[in-house]
């Protein structure tokens, strides 16, 4: 064999152990498809090496994308852009490696400012890559491409705090969190903002689920039935607690977590009530029945950030409390999860969103669902 013939060989050799060494990094549920599409031309394989999204995308295309005009593009030979554009790829893409592709890959952000941007916080695992790329599209998706850059920094910053299920949950906080003529907006505590870390998100977002599961379960309406009457005992008011604005400036002035407790009354489980001492707060109380007990009794009597409170608070709540015909209470209990939701304030809070977003996600139907809440 001549020179020039042995080096051409080698060439080809080199080549072709390069290109199966990369097809190997794909994931092997998609490797077949993989390599049936890079078998058909030269120019469609070496875009394992040199844009390995693409040569997935044209392999596993996402739903209703026809790849025909895209693979055209590459095999004429004409530029990665444009072939990136046919085929809904952003150019962003190019620097991942196959490992991060596992799933068809949905539209995600493109641009200038954003390819700068999350240039700087891909990932360096490619055992980890796909968990990125999985969650860069979903909050990309559900919120914003701001919201898509932060997570991608977050992810690579602390990958073990993160937790993929609860990318839904935050990417809607992160949404509302910019639409302040919306209900949504008004019950959230803490807004996002992109100097936020991970940790103090999740902590955030799951405030606002609080808070959403308190007035979708007790509506915009007064509870009817307090089970009590307001009353005075030794110089200390029990004031009802029976709304959703009640509750909640009890629970900011308390500081403590009350508004989690917004199921128990909707399922007839307890009420709540302040205790106040010439008009300032004391502590809240919470009147619900007790291991055996068929009657109603103290459940709970709180002080400010839940420290103990006095006997002499006590004693007034007990006076107070027994002061009633406690047999003529209704304390019949709901089944839990059986109570339905308000169905006005759960629209009210999501519709700004599906009118957004034009679509009404399964995850996010138009009915009340306490499963969707659960699941956030």
Known sequence: MTLPLLLASRRVATRSALLERQL???????????RALAARHTRLADLAASFPALLFALAVPQTGLDPARALA????????????????????????????????????????LFRRQIANHLPRSPKFAPIWLQSVATVAEVAHAQAAVWIARELVRAPPRTDPARLRLISLWAWFSTQPTT???????????????????LAAAEAWRT?????????????????LQPG???GYDFIPLNSTTDISEEADAMQNCLRSYGTNPAHNRSRLWSVKRRGQRIATLKVAVRFDDPLPGIAELRGLRNTAVPREVWWAARQWLHAHDLLRIDMA????????????????????????????????????????????
């Open 24 to 34: 190997r990094r794909y994931h092997p549920h998609v490797q077949g498809r993989i």
């Open 73 to 112: 593009r590459v095999i004429d030979g004409q530029s990665l852009p444009d072939a990136a554009a046919a085929a809904g790829i952003p150019l962003w893409l190019r620097r991942l490696p196959p490992e991060a592709l596992t799933r068809p890959i949905t539209a995600l952000p493109d641009g200038e």
């Open 183 to 201: 209900l949504g907006h008004t019950l959230i505590d803490r807004r996002w903002t992109p100097n936020m870390q991970i940790g103090s998100a």
């Open 211 to 227: 808070m959403i599961v308190l007035h979708v379960s007790l509506g915009s309406q007064e509870i009817a039935d307090m089970w």
């Open 232 to 234: 005075h005992v030794d």
């Open 333 to 376: 209990q709901r089944k839990w999860g059986t109570a339905s939701l308000d169905r006005p304030t759960w629209r009210a809070i999501w519709r700004p969103y599906w009118l957004a977003k034009r679509q009404i996600p399964e995850w996010l139907p138009l009915a009340p669902s306490r499963r969707a809440l659960n699941a956030l």
